[in-house]
């Protein structure tokens, strides 16, 4: 055997009892677990657990694989396996004029992309991409694509606010069927980010039953996190329900004053579906507070038309005043129809040098916030702190939880998540808390999700699979990122193999990249 791993407490992705046992690792695979005799390399693991490899089931990292062949920020995680695509908006498919405007109207999330040749238009070239990043090598960590339905109906339709035509819906159907023929695992949504909350829930339904034939599955950032949410929550149930699709709740989160306290109502209504047979499984990040772009709060109205057309908005008086007032006294639907209260928006990441004094402070109000927006063409990403902790907790239990990140890299100080889910989930709410043992974790943050993607070899430490594996310290495992540095890396993770192949040893960083596109085989059903 190529390495065998020593006396490890094994924790194996299922959720049934962990045990300690050798197990030896040969060409990428498992290739035994038991009493062993030493390999080409024998790991002392004696007081570490060994897990499967993590999967980051919502992640931004869409640009950031392409830029950096470190990546650190989920690599040292023990993150093997990201899910990009994410929230409706990404970089496939698209032709020339979609590419422009989904680069500039995700520039908070991965940064404007200058620095990246965008020499693919399809998902399959996008997934090609990966693999021959950094000279050929591959890229930090393994990556599984999701077709974002707004990027889809920007390309067949643009950036205003009206049902598609026919064709247009034809179009669209083809598009995300391409998509998971070349490898996609299912359909995002980003249902109040333009022009995916344009889409009606009939449109949405038509292009769900094309993923459900093709064995994927639909994943929405849904209508409303805030005043509707249990409602919009209600609609992605039922539409999934009737074009026979999965159904894979994005970031799910009750947050706002509105849903203090209300996470059992929304889990009483997942249980319920469940009971009728719903495939249904959801993630979340163990934090309070969201993250996303400054211009995401505005009123859909207001974005209607693509990034130019809101800045042309926002340097009109008359229409500028609409906005505050959709903001502040009605509640946008880009603010999940809750009056925005600045005194819970933090300014995380800028794209212009110029107006880096802003990160880090509160928007002190809506001039603020519009200078902001104007100056730093929409770059600007913020912090909304606007989560309740008894909300995430209870969620985090609901048996059909998986763990996503949902973090962006861009900006100075970036939400705290993007470099600490994986253990935070296990130091805090595991060993400090009590919330979920670590057995249950495991399987919250590997071997479900990896049955949520079926892939059929992964998420468990089981002979036969991939040897994408973690060792952690049980007893000191702690997320080092916080609010004020949110770039610090974790504690207590010294070992994380992909294929067998150490990216991360002696708690540092290697110049292995292992990773690789992730593209599930469609199955047409």
């Known amino acids: 055997?190529?390495?065998?791993?020593?006396?490890?407490?094994?924790?194996?992705?299922?959720?049934?009892?962990?045990?300690?046992?050798?197990?030896?690792?040969?060409?990428?695979?498992?290739?035994?677990?038991?009493?062993?005799?030493?390999?080409?390399?024998?790991?002392?693991?004696?007081?570490?657990?060994?897990?499967?490899?993590?999967?980051?089931?919502?992640?931004?990292?869409?640009?950031?694989?392409?830029?950096?062949?470190?990546?650190?920020?989920?690599?040292?995680?023990?993150?093997?396996?990201?899910?990009?695509?994410?929230?409706?908006?990404?970089?496939?498919?698209?032709?020339?004029?979609?590419?422009?405007?989904?680069?500039?109207?995700?520039?908070?999330?991965?940064?404007?992309?200058?620095?990246?040749?965008?020499?693919?238009r399809t998902v399959g070239g996008y997934l090609d991409r990966l693999?021959?990043?950094?000279?050929?090598?591959?890229?930090?960590?393994?990556?599984?694509y999701l077709v974002p339905q707004g990027t889809v109906r920007a390309y067949a339709v643009g950036w205003d606010d009206r049902p598609a035509s026919a064709a247009e819906l034809d179009r669209m159907r083809r598009l995300v069927a391409e998509g998971?023929?070349?490898?996609?695992?299912?359909?995002?949504?980003?249902?109040?980010y333009t022009p995916g909350m344009y889409a009606s829930g009939s449109e949405l339904t038509e292009l769900c039953r094309v993923v459900a034939r093709y064995g994927g599955y639909y994943c929405p950032h849904h209508r409303s996190y805030g005043r509707d949410a249990l409602a919009a929550y209600a609609e992605m149930v039922r539409l999934a329900r009737e074009a026979g699709c999965a159904l894979h709740l994005a970031h799910a989160t009750m947050n706002f004053g509105e849903n203090e306290g209300r996470a059992p109502e929304l889990l009483s209504l997942l249980d319920a579906a469940l009971a009728q047979g719903a495939d249904l499984t959801l993630d979340s990040y163990p934090y309070t507070p969201g993250c996303t772009t400054l211009v995401a709060l505005l009123p859909s109205w207001a974005n209607e038309g693509g990034p130019e057309a809101v800045l042309a908005r926002l340097r009109d008086d008359a229409d500028a005043e609409r906005i505050r007032y959709a903001l502040e006294v009605e509640g946008a639907d880009g603010c999940h129809g809750v009056p925005v209260d600045w005194s819970t928006v933090e300014i995380s990441g800028v794209g212009d040098p110029a107006f880096a004094g802003h990160v880090g402070t509160r928007v002190d109000g809506w001039d603020t916030a519009r200078r902001l927006l104007l100056g730093d063409r929409l770059a600007p990403t913020i912090l909304q702190h606007v989560g309740h902790e008894?909300?995430?907790?209870?969620?985090m239990r609901h048996p059909v939880h998986t763990g996503g990140s949902d973090g962006i890299l861009?900006?100075?100080?970036?939400?705290?998540?993007?470099?600490?889910?994986?253990?935070?989930?296990l130091g805090h709410y595991v060993r400090e808390l009590g919330v979920l043992s670590l057995e249950e974790c495991v399987a919250h943050l590997a071997g479900r999700p990896a049955a949520r993607l079926r892939l059929p070899d992964?998420?468990?430490?089981?002979?036969?699979?991939?040897?994408?594996?973690?060792?952690?310290?049980?007893?000191?495992?702690?997320?080092?990122?916080?609010?004020?540095?949110?770039?610090?890396?974790?504690?207590?993770?010294?070992?994380?193999?992909?294929?067998?192949?150490?990216v991360i040893r002696d708690g540092r960083r290697t110049d292995v990249l292992a990773g690789r596109s992730v593209r599930r085989t469609p199955v047409r059903i």
Not at 41 to 65: E, I, N, Q, R, Y
Not at 132 to 143: P, S, T
Request: hydrophobic share 40%; charged share 20%; no cysteine.
């Open 1 to 120: 055997m190529d390495l065998v791993i020593r006396g490890a407490r094994v924790v194996d992705g299922t959720g049934g009892p962990s045990y300690t046992a050798d197990v030896g690792v040969h060409e990428g695979r498992i290739h035994a677990i038991g009493a062993l005799p030493g390999g080409r390399t024998t790991l002392d693991a004696d007081g570490l657990a060994l897990a499967p490899g993590f999967v980051d089931m919502h992640a931004h990292s869409d640009l950031a694989l392409l830029r950096d062949p470190d990546h650190s920020a989920k690599a040292a995680q023990g993150v093997t396996l990201e899910v990009l695509g994410q929230d409706g908006l990404s970089y496939a498919p698209a032709d020339d004029r979609t590419l422009a405007g989904v680069r500039a109207a995700i520039a908070g999330w991965n940064g404007p992309g200058d620095d990246i040749d965008f020499d693919w």
């Open 131 to 144: 693999d021959r990043a950094h000279g050929g090598r591959g890229i930090a960590v393994n990556a599984a």
């Open 180 to 192: 998971l023929a070349q490898g996609a695992v299912g359909m995002s949504s980003g249902l109040t």
């Open 390 to 395: 008894a909300n995430v907790r209870a969620i």
């Open 410 to 425: 861009q900006g100075a100080k970036p939400h705290p998540r993007a470099y600490g889910t994986f253990p935070h989930y």
């Open 458 to 502: 992964r998420g468990l430490v089981r002979v036969g699979h991939r040897a994408d594996l973690v060792l952690f310290d049980p007893l000191t495992v702690a997320a080092g990122s916080t609010y004020a540095h949110p770039r610090a890396l974790p504690a207590g993770i010294p070992h994380v193999l992909i294929d067998g192949r150490f």
